[in-house]
């Protein structure tokens, strides 16, 4: 923080601000506007300070990283070609030193165990109106496998951690959600075959390196904690009360107890990262045995919600480490950019290779069928539900970043009736409800390769007729219609679906992709808008329909437009919105003489 208030991107704020929902609505508008980290020194309530959007742009990111973040990189190279060492030994000189910090050391004392409190004099930071209590928004919660104990095999990540509210103990319980595929699952699991508790530590703030690497996609076998004594520049240190899990020494705060393995209480709502509440499930309890916290302790928080959000940074820096080592983990895949805007795991867009039959004189999917496949039994892209994946050789210099692009790349050469590959009833993610119920839902893989095969339209075609109650047709990108569409009704969807396939004209083949919405005007009034709708509100199986659909030996394929329902249905989980109470005491604060004057608009 000191070196970040040096170089002009921190900016303390010593009016008094609320916790609850205040400072989430003044973390997320500086955010927007790409403004500085915040420094809380009054938060309502509480005796600790707060600091929020550390991570809040790339460059800042990089910065606090700047005297090993080369060294990573190397890092990853050396993982992808052992041989560059010997090649260039100046190059990677510094990489092998920074090898050296990966390892822990344990020490004989801890900061973070100089004090002593409850949970309850912890920051109660409440992000949406209606989440369920006060959470922990940049936990990072560690593990070690009940068969093999050692910081070797443990788990640090990211999960959420509910302070407040609900059925929990006052103090004595917290509430611990993780999703599935992630490591503490696995500790989980061997706890309760084991019939033990599964002991937990949830440390937070410290530094930066750790939170960074509670987020990492790390393969299995490499530990968080090494990771973190990489980025960070030098060893992690543990400090291990006898009978105990180690506790990070520098951590600004730390929760340590227990989870019982036949026990769980009701968990949320939490307004979450696909920009919906995620609703009340059951969720490990954690059993508090202490809160411990280091002298002049500093809460760091985040606030999640519809993307782009602080935690969008987190993604671009893992894309930047872990980018190149794609291709060395998937033969033929040449990247993969899972879609912040859509929420990430909704949306995977990838470019592979094609080059099973390189003779053949009518290219289509093979090989990309392969990598679909690779790809969804790669750890969390597993949860991925829309799979867009198209052949390198077709135009090699396709920016799989630049979305207008892909979507314009692969519209023009998908065939409905055959590049269509749907997985039902499989796993998607715990936080998206557009699917059969909690972690349950679809999958569809479109594979595209070959010549362009059609033109896409750049405008609305002039004779284009629609059934009552469909309007406002609007062009997403070129090729793709959004059509608003009568409010979604179980028990009518058939008959409006079937109307509007027969009344609708004008659709041809230089518009084969359809998306009916509600409000056709606000998810084309931006590229996220069109994204953010589309693949949030869709469940393959159930809503992706078609003009002139088929099933022939169990595959199914459209000869016309594909139709995707994007409406809001009666299980979705409801979106966020501000309370506007607290939207006017930030403007008022945001005003000329206000603390926040300059920050926000």
Known sequence: MDDLARHGWLVRIDAEVDPRLEVAEIQRRVYQSGGPALYFSRPKGSRFPLVSNLFGTLDRARFIFRDTFEQVRRLVDLKIDPTRAAKSPLKYAAALRGAWNMRPKFVARAAVMRHETTVDQLPQIVCWPDDGGAFVTLPQVYTEHPDQPGWRHSNLGMYRVQLSGGEYARNREVGLHYQIHRGIGVHHAAAIRRGERLRVNVFVGGPPAMAVSAVMPLPEGLSELAFAGALGGRRVPLYAPPGQLPIHAEADFVITGYIDPSRTLPEGPFGDHLGYYARIHDFPVLTVEHVYHREGAIWPFTVVGRPPQEDTTFGQLIHEITGPIIPTVLPGVKA?????????????????????????????????????????????????KYLLIVANEDQPELDIHDIPAFFRHLLERVDWSTDLHFQTRTTIDTLDYSGTGLNAGSKIVIAAAGPARRALATSLPSNLSLPDGFSDPRLALPGVVLISAPKFVPSENVLALTRFYEAARGLDDCYPLVVLVDDSEFAARTLNNFLWVTFTRSNPAADVQGVGSFVEQKHWGCRGPLVIDARIKPHHAPPLVEDPEVTKRVDAMAARGGPLYGLIE
């Open 336 to 384: 993969v950019h899972a879609v912040d805007a859509a929420g990430v795991h909704p949306l995977l867009l990838a470019i592979g290779s094609e080059r099973y039959v390189p003779y053949a004189t009518r290219r289509q999917p093979q090989e990309l069928l392969t990598q679909a496949n690779a790809i969804l039994g790669q750890g969390q892209m597993s949860l991925a």
